[in-house]
């Protein structure tokens, strides 16, 4: 028997019952809606593995997409052959346990290691994602199929199914990005959405079937132990925000030092018993430029920083300069919260912590208030792009005083495209601008942590590496500060502008 002979048989069968338009609205409302919520969430569940970036986020719309496509095609096919009543129930049920297997989906490949590089984005999106999406999507044309009464209404119906599914994709967008991130772990809120696709499905097979009692009931046992599974997986986050996966691990070295994990990325290590101790060769840098300012000013600090992350240096310089005034513009009220909870900062009306994002904190403060500027403000391992550019270090210029400077944390790795990138860029805004990082970073043979100094006065080397060889630190650092070392770094890099801004795409791998 071909197609065509299937698919007239399948009509004739269920010629007398049509799924009515308010039931098919709503279900291709819940099959849409769920395809965002899942969207939305995935990026939180692969940022432990992969950091949150826009190659991240990339991949996923691309997988998720991928996967659209492909179940809208043979959720068609099927419908055609089969006829669609029959299948609709399977489907959600089928969408709801993929859902849920792709919480150990992506824990098992995300646990392998492979890194955050662009194969690996796209292979743990792929994995964890586009089954739930195009079992999903596959129900779409199902239901078009189940609702159609001739062809004389079928556009009207098609545009309708449509429309609702649009609505729904963007509610669940908005619900998800939101609301439900900030209320619910991501955890429970996949495997939430796939146990109520799941009874959706077995309601409906056992209504639309009016039989198979005992197979549904095998269905709903599968789904929840499924269910168990992925609850019972290690989470790796201890906490979630709308922004972050937060982990706080003690160091197997110092039980007093706490380290502050957000997706992927060390941030901070904190010593709770002695502020002072700077576990991070960058911010022995900062403390660095902090004491080189002070010395020539020789006058109380204000201090700016953009990042308060582990609240680290904010306690150091409250420490060590007990009369500065800072001002801290952390986005995440949630790393506020665990800072004072966990990592041993204590507020004080020396230090005014500004909840939100920087960019937008930053046009609030006034002019010619500060001595420093500290950047240390990180999404995943990129400094994230609208805090990169000239018109963001406009604004820098604007609050820093004469004779102040800005001293900036980046992560590169060879060929160093980001930092030559973003040297350029705070070299259109300042006269002087210097570059530190180990030898072999600054050479290109390695990735990891540089410091940029950008100033309106020169930077005196000599002192910067007398204080280096003062911590004792392990390796060669290299302090490049001359104007002809400077250009030769940054060679033919493009200045970041608000208009173009590649920051990702220049981050080295």
């Not at 549904?216 to 922004?243: H, K, R």
């Not at 160091?251 to 992927?264: E, G, S, T």
Request: charged share 15%.
């Amino acid at each position: 028997m071909d197609d065509h002979q299937a698919g007239a048989r399948s009509d004739d069968a269920t010629a007398t019952q049509r799924l009515s338009p308010l039931l098919a609205a709503l279900l291709t409302f819940t099959a849409a809606a769920s395809v965002l919520v899942l969207e939305i969430a995935a990026g939180r569940l692969l940022a432990p593995y992969v950091g949150v970036s826009l190659t991240t986020y990339t991949g996923i719309i691309g997988a998720i997409l991928a996967g659209i496509a492909l179940g809208a095609w043979l959720g068609g096919k099927a419908a055609d052959a089969f006829g669609p009543l029959p299948l609709i129930g399977p489907t959600f049920v089928l969408g709801g346990v993929s859902a849920i297997a792709a919480v150990p989906i992506v824990a098992l490949f995300g646990g392998v290691g492979f890194g955050g590089g662009l194969v690996t984005i796209v292979v743990l999106a792929t994995t964890g994602f586009v089954v739930p999406a195009a079992v999903l999507s596959a129900a779409g044309p199902m239901l078009v199929r189940g609702t159609l009464t001739d062809l004389a209404t079928s556009g009207t119906i098609v545009g309708r199914l449509s429309a609702i599914g649009t609505v729904g994709a963007i509610t669940g967008t908005f619900l998800t990005g939101f609301v439900l991130l900030g209320l619910v772990p991501t955890r429970v809120l996949i495997v939430s959405v796939g146990v109520g696709l799941a009874v959706v499905g077995v309601a409906l097979t056992l209504w639309l079937r009016q039989r198979g009692r005992a197979s549904a009931s095998l269905l709903m046992v599968a789904v929840l132990l499924s269910s168990g599974f992925a609850m019972a997986q290690t989470d790796p986050c201890d906490a979630e925000s709308a922004y972050y996966c937060i982990a706080i691990n003690s160091d197997p070295v110092d039980p007093d030092v706490r380290i502050l994990v957000l997706d992927r990325l060390t941030h901070a290590a904190v010593d709770l018993r002695d502020p002072t101790n700077l576990e991070f060769g960058y911010l022995r840098r900062f403390a660095d430029a902090t004491s080189q300012l002070r010395a020539v000013h020789g006058t109380e600090l204000d201090v700016l920083h953009v990042g308060g992350g582990g609240f680290t240096f904010p306690r150091y310089l409250a420490a060590i300069h007990p009369t500065a005034r800072q001002t801290v513009l952390e986005l995440d009220p949630r790393i506020i919260e665990i800072a004072r909870s966990q990592l041993g900062y204590v507020p004080s009306d020396r230090i005014d912590v500004h909840p939100g994002d920087a960019r937008q904190s930053i046009r609030a403060l006034p002019s010619d208030a500060f001595d420093l500027v500290f950047g240390d403000a990180f999404g995943g391992l990129a400094v994230p792009w609208h805090l990169t550019t000239a018109e963001f270090l406009d604004e820098v210029v604007r609050v820093l005083r004469p004779g102040g400077a800005y001293v900036m944390n980046v992560i590169d790795y060879p060929p160093l495209g980001f930092v030559r990138a973003e040297a350029a860029t705070a070299a259109a805004s300042f006269r002087h601008v210097a570059v530190i990082g180990g030898r072999r970073t600054i050479e290109g043979d390695a990735g990891g942590n540089l410091v940029l100094v950008a100033s309106e006065t020169p930077l005196d080397v000599g002192s910067v590496e007398d204080a280096i060889l003062a911590w004792g630190e392990l390796g060669p650092t290299v302090v490049l500060a001359g104007p002809d070392e400077v250009d030769a770094f940054v060679g033919r890099s493009v200045v970041l502008t608000d208009d173009f801004a590649p920051v990702d795409q220049l981050l080295g791998r």
